[in-house]
């Protein structure tokens, strides 16, 4: 398949303007996305125009990131509803460095490739640049009357909060960033989210109007839930791509949880497997839903890419710390920090630990920390081998809770049945 043939295929394509897929066809083509540093990480969303500047590369064009650290300091108003909340010079740099550093994980960045990818910061060409030249030199050539059409303008002047002037020029600084890499880098080609689509043509048209010359651009879908829930949100906010935000298993655990319509569509926008490959998975995966053969698959390809195959393995490993009986030997062997991300979101009882040095009696341990209740009920659970202790089934010959049995001198997942999980942490 061509590039756009298979970007097609895999859903990445909505709105495309006429002569890009012959562009494409003609020649190496430097294209360029922007990433909005507006925090000191990208997101899973962010994925989508990395793997269309990774596509791109891998047929051969020539990838720019553009890092916007002068569109950053405006705020892109496409898609919001309400004004951001303008960035500090030194947030903005500092949030440039770390997306920077990110993007140089995915694109290969070998400067003796013709088609070697490159970081640009918008900000490098607009720092020197006074009001007056940027309203002679780019204001002048864009009508208000275009600007106002635009569907992120018509929206926000719709609001009762309106639009500041500042969100207002952002089309015509972001026009301008497309406008400068055209002349100075020869970039023909502008991506984006299809929220982008007014910004993208307000630079195709500035580039016709100010420099006589052709741009091209595409567009894809902003992704979605099946079950109309937000992409890439949970319960504790973003889904990030740095480990000291998402962790690596919790990460993993995102896209496995994913549903069978959702992971039917992602595993063809987010990962690279060949199209072969995706149609037997699907296949596999109809024939045994149960087996969730496509989730696993996804959540695998995703974190060898975002974070490493060791990564994977331990996301792997830890997941069936809460699904599988067998894995006390695992359990012991995490330090506390994989201990926590993996028992995140389980029920956590706070304990004195000088109950425990001389040992706490089990049933009333297991009452007086509420997991039962009462003496009765935990007793005959103990008594049926329904508890386990750091996932090892409690006999009844064993009677007290001692400090000796505590996970990094400070913690015990006690088990209550075989869904029930309680982490007692003892300070």
């Given at each position: 398949m061509t590039l756009m043939e298979e970007l097609q295929w895999r859903g990445l394509i909505q709105d495309i303007m006429p002569g890009t897929i012959e562009q494409l066809n003609k020649e190496m083509t430097s294209a360029y996305i922007g990433f909005d540093p507006t925090a000191d990480s990208l997101h899973i969303g962010s994925l989508v125009p990395i793997l269309l500047l990774v596509h791109l590369q891998k047929a051969g064009h020539k990838p720019y990131a553009l890092v916007g650290g002068a569109t950053g300091m405006v705020g892109d108003p496409s898609g919001k509803s309400e004004?951001?909340?303008l960035l500090s010079e030194e947030v903005l740099l500092h949030n440039v460095q770390c997306v920077k550093k990110q993007l140089e994980k995915f694109l290969d960045f070998d400067a003796s490739k013709p088609n070697a990818a490159e970081i640009v910061n918008n900000y490098d060409w607009f720092k020197n640049m006074s009001f007056l030249q940027f309203?002679?030199?780019?204001?002048?050539?864009?009508?208000v009357?275009?600007?106002?059409?635009?569907?992120?303008?018509?929206?926000?002047l719709e609001n009762e909060n309106g639009m500041s002037f500042t969100e207002f020029t952002y089309q015509l600084v972001q026009g301008y960033d497309f406008y400068w890499l055209y002349t100075n880098k020869n970039c023909k080609l502008?991506?984006?989210?299809?929220?982008?689509?007014g910004n993208i043509v307000t630079g195709t048209e500035l580039i016709r109007k100010k420099a006589g010359g052709e741009a091209f651009a595409f567009t894809c879908p902003l992704i979605t839930k099946a079950d109309g829930g937000k992409?890439?949100?949970?319960?504790?906010?973003?889904?990030?791509?740095?480990a000291q935000k998402t962790s690596p298993y919790q990460f993993y655990q995102f896209w496995l949880n994913a549903s069978d319509e959702d992971a039917k569509k992602w595993i063809k926008i987010f990962t690279l497997l060949p199209k072969e490959t995706i149609e037997t998975l699907v296949e596999q995966h109809d024939a045994a839903p149960h087996e969730r053969i496509l989730q696993k698959k996804l959540a695998e390809s995703l974190t060898i890419f975002v974070h490493s195959k060791a990564d994977f393995e331990f996301a792997l490993q830890a997941s069936e710390i809460l699904f599988n009986n067998e894995t006390a030997d695992i359990l012991s062997s995490l330090n506390e920090q994989q201990l926590l991300q993996v028992l995140e979101g389980v029920p956590t009882i706070h304990v004195e630990k000088s109950q425990l040095d001389n040992g706490s009696d089990l049933v009333n341990f297991l009452t007086e920390t509420g997991i039962f209740p009462s003496k009765s009920e935990a007793r005959k659970m103990w008594q049926n081998g329904g508890i386990r202790i750091n996932k090892k089934k409690v006999e009844t010959n064993y009677t007290h809770i001692t400090s000796n049995d505590l996970l990094q001198d400070k913690y015990l997942l006690i088990q209550k049945g075989k869904k029930n999980y309680y982490l007692i942490v003892a300070n």
């Open positions: 004004e951001r909340n309203i002679r030199d780019v204001g002048k050539h864009i009508t009357n275009y600007m106002m059409a635009k569907d992120s303008v018509k929206k926000r502008q991506m984006g989210g299809s929220d982008q689509w992409f890439g949100k949970t319960e504790k906010g973003n889904v990030w791509l740095d």
